[in-house]
């Protein structure tokens, strides 16, 4: 248990040192989680963490919080201006939270990717806010106007939009604040009470949104976290019967697990998963693809699951178009995360370096040539890194080309025309995300529908609080962001009045 009489104080370089907020900051009665620094493999940061019968807390609070109407029986005008201020705390803490993800999650501080961290995080929770304000509470229903009046009664009909109720929400580690607001700002503005649990690998600075809380005045169990070095907690916020919705963002496999155990009490749930996103370049749009590998290796090291870890190109163009992505990628630079010059920082932790070097050997055993990297860089002592890697892939079966690595590792395979490219792109257990690069764009749009994916960028990318994703197959269920993404943290009630 945690005995500094600082644990109140506002999170340092090396974050909270606690790890439970439930009404404000208490001494996490769980084990010792020690955090460590990706770019150097020591330990940083010890959090106590929240013990299973505080977490048994928390849902309890979050559940009193949400039955007493204190947030859910305000009108959203006011939990908007509750939320605005949270946000806007987040924001004044902005260099502290970078100081901690740069820390624990390896976030490159000199890319330009960083802003998703933290400042494009805040922007979206504020335009969630607002597209949230223009949505209505009711819905008349399409009754004939026929069947609504007799002469002896009139009916009227509509939808009522309201909150589900408690939510749990399970974070990951790559994108952690980015990720936790995603899920904890749209239920927060439809009147839900949420309890947050991150990620046990970036903890810190989830952590860091009590101190927001209390800022904003949040009231008790409207906002919890929890912070756990196991899975015990994820386990009773998808199982107890308290909790009425389930969100996870994380692997296909743990995604699985979190189905079943929201099965067993109906809870509704939202899953975004795993992905094996493919980049397709139409014959149009090669003097695109030189930069095909940096858009997967220089975005957090490759850990990602939206990015386009498969390349299709020209069969006939794809010798020349792989040495070009080469001599492009060979340009950013590997190095720590605070590093001024570095480009690709480390992997979270040893077990996603041994998964990069798994496949890759994989690859090559089933006939994959390596272009350049597929190996631990030598220069680098200590940390968790691995190389920029280029695989020339001879088809869409190989192991490269049908498993999530999650990892700066891309696979380049050619295609012998667009049906071609297409097949192969939907030829995969995953469907999230999806890349299309041509200048015709009447072309290019005929590929984007016809992929079997819940996203698809043509010439480009955009992440938007007002447009949504979500997965396909083992890419997930439901959708985040946009309007869809408001919508599934309520519930419909059918209204019917005769008079």
């Not at 770019?39 to 959090?47: C, E, K, M, R």
């Not at 995603?182 to 009590?210: D, E, S, Y």
């Not at 899975?231 to 994380?250: E, H, W």
């Not at 189905?259 to 809870?267: D, I």
Request: charged share 20%; proline share 6%; net charge negative.
């Amino acid at each position: 248990m945690a005995t500094n009489p600082d644990i109140f104080a506002p999170a340092t370089p090396a974050g909270p040192q606690s790890g439970f907020y439930c009404g404000g900051f208490q001494p996490g009665e769980g084990a010792p989680l020690e955090v460590v620094d990706p770019s150097t493999g020591a330990v940083f940061a010890t959090l106590d963490t929240a013990s299973p019968a505080q977490i048994d807390q928390a849902i309890g609070s979050a559940r009193r919080a949400f039955d007493s109407g204190d947030w859910s029986g305000l009108t959203i005008h006011a939990r908007a201006e509750r939320l605005r201020a949270f946000l806007q705390a987040i924001q004044d803490r902005r260099d502290a939270l970078l100081d901690v993800l740069v820390r624990e999650a390896g976030v490159v501080r000199a890319a330009p990717v960083k802003a998703i961290q933290v400042d494009i995080a805040v922007k979206h929770g504020l335009d969630c806010i607002d597209l949230a304000l223009t949505l209505p509470e009711v819905i008349d229903n399409p009754i004939p106007y026929a069947e609504r009046g007799t002469p002896g009664f009139l009916l009227e009909s509509f939808q009522r939009y309201e909150p589900v109720g408690v939510v749990g929400a399970i974070s990951a580690y790559n994108v952690p604040l980015f990720i936790g607001l995603w899920k904890a700002i749209p239920a927060l503005i439809c009147g839900n009470t949420v309890v947050l649990r991150p990620n046990p690998l970036t903890p810190l600075a989830t952590m860091m949104l009590g101190e927001a809380a209390d800022a904003a005045g949040l009231p008790a169990g409207v906002l919890s976290i929890v912070a756990e070095g196991g899975a015990d907690g994820a386990v009773m916020l998808s199982s107890d019967p308290r909790v009425d919705m389930v969100t996870f963002t994380g692997s296909s496999p743990v995604g699985r697990q979190v189905m079943r155990q929201a099965a067993e009490t109906l809870k509704r749930f939202q899953l975004e998963l795993g992905g094996k996103s493919a980049q397709i370049y139409l014959p149009d749009a090669l003097d695109m693809a030189a930069t095909a590998a940096d858009r997967v290796c220089g975005v957090q090291s490759g850990q990602g699951c939206v990015l386009g870890t498969r390349i299709f190109v020209p069969e006939s163009e794809k010798a020349a178009l792989i040495e070009r992505m080469a001599q492009s990628l060979a340009r950013l630079k590997v190095g720590p995360a605070d590093g001024t010059d570095t480009v690709i920082g480390p992997l979270i932790n040893a077990g996603a370096v041994d998964r990069c070097e798994s496949v890759v050997r994989a690859a090559v055993e089933a006939g994959a040539r390596i272009v350049c990297g597929g190996k631990r860089p030598s220069d680098l002592a200590g940390g968790f890194y691995f190389e920029p890697t280029i695989l020339d892939v001879p088809d869409n079966a190989n192991p490269a080309a049908q498993e999530e690595i999650f990892g700066p590792v891309v696979c380049v395979i050619g295609y012998r025309d667009l049906d071609h490219a297409v097949q192969m792109a939907n030829d995969s257990a995953f469907g999230l995300s999806g890349h299309v690069f041509g200048k015709d764009m009447k072309a290019a749009l005929d590929v984007a529908a016809r992929l079997r994916t819940g996203t698809v960028n043509v010439n480009g990318g955009m992440i938007s609080a007002y447009a949504s994703s979500g997965g396909r197959g083992l890419s997930g269920y439901g959708r985040e962001r946009g309007v869809e993404g408001i919508r599934i943290y309520q519930e419909i009630k059918c209204v019917s009045i005769t008079r």
